[in-house]
């Protein structure tokens, strides 16, 4: 089993929509999240981190669920430029790997 | 700029064929990673220095993988007798530190045929 699993997309959706990415992590010993984005055949970089309280940047607003091992992106008012392949990702304190996702798609339409 | 820097951007390589990868991180930046991304998956880790110490090769798919950072710095991903299998966009990441925000590079897209 991989220890972080995402939705499967992809996620077509029009300009202005709300849309909700949801990930889960197998290992309950994880510390550290974030969400990564990468563009087609581009490097992946940070989108954000995610605290436990949760948290917001712009459209963006990101939570993390530590009793069921859920993480959640939430992505309001779409923009065309929003389209890309969104990475969850999961780190142990205790071990150096960041462990990826296997990324959701998403597609915003005119 | 200023970013990490991969090269060669793209390599095709025969199959049986010994082929570097090298890795430029950003200055000062105490950690560097290397993933492979295989089409259409995630990043999957395959090991993690902190200055020349080599902390973490757990990911390294087989004994044919090495990486080395010698002074620290750049650093260099070697795969003896590539197999098809190997085919996929390798990727350097380097951070200040444990897992702070990592940069990413380009990759180097290794192609075995």
């Known amino acids: 089993r991989k220890e972080v699993e995402q939705d499967p997309g992809p996620f077509n959706v029009p300009e202005g929509a709300t849309v909700a990415f949801n990930c889960t992590y197998s290992?309950?010993?994880?510390?550290?999240f974030f969400w990564y984005r990468q563009d087609c055949r581009k490097e992946p970089k940070l989108l954000m981190s995610?605290?436990?309280s949760g948290n917001e940047d712009g459209r963006f607003t990101a939570q993390l669920n530590r009793a069921s091992q859920y993480i959640s992106l939430l992505i309001r008012d779409s923009k065309l430029s929003d389209s890309a392949t969104y990475l969850c990702?999961?780190?142990?304190?205790?071990?150096?790997?960041?462990?990826f996702g296997k990324g959701t798609s998403l597609l915003v339409t005119p | 700029g200023a970013g990490v820097s991969q090269s060669p951007r793209y390599k095709v390589a025969k199959r049986g064929q010994d082929v570097a990868l090298r890795c430029d991180p950003i200055?000062?930046?105490?950690?560097l990673f290397w993933y492979q991304q295989a089409l259409g998956q995630g990043p999957e880790f395959l090991t993690y220095?902190?200055?020349?110490?080599?902390?973490?090769k757990s990911g390294l798919p087989s004994d044919r993988f090495f990486a080395e950072r010698p002074e620290g710095s750049v650093s260099t991903l070697k795969i003896q007798r590539t197999q098809q299998e190997d085919s996929a966009v390798y990727l350097c990441?380097?951070?200040?530190?444990?897992?702070?925000?990592?940069?990413f590079g380009q990759g180097t897209r290794l192609t075995v045929v």
């Open positions: 990441a380097s951070s200040l530190g444990g897992v702070t925000e990592a940069f």
């Open positions: 290992n309950s010993a994880s510390q550290s």
């Open positions: 995610v605290y436990s």
């Open positions: 990702v999961v780190n142990m304190d205790s071990g150096y790997a960041l462990n």
């Open positions: 200055s000062g930046h105490v950690s």
């Open positions: 220095f902190q200055n020349e110490a080599q902390l973490d």
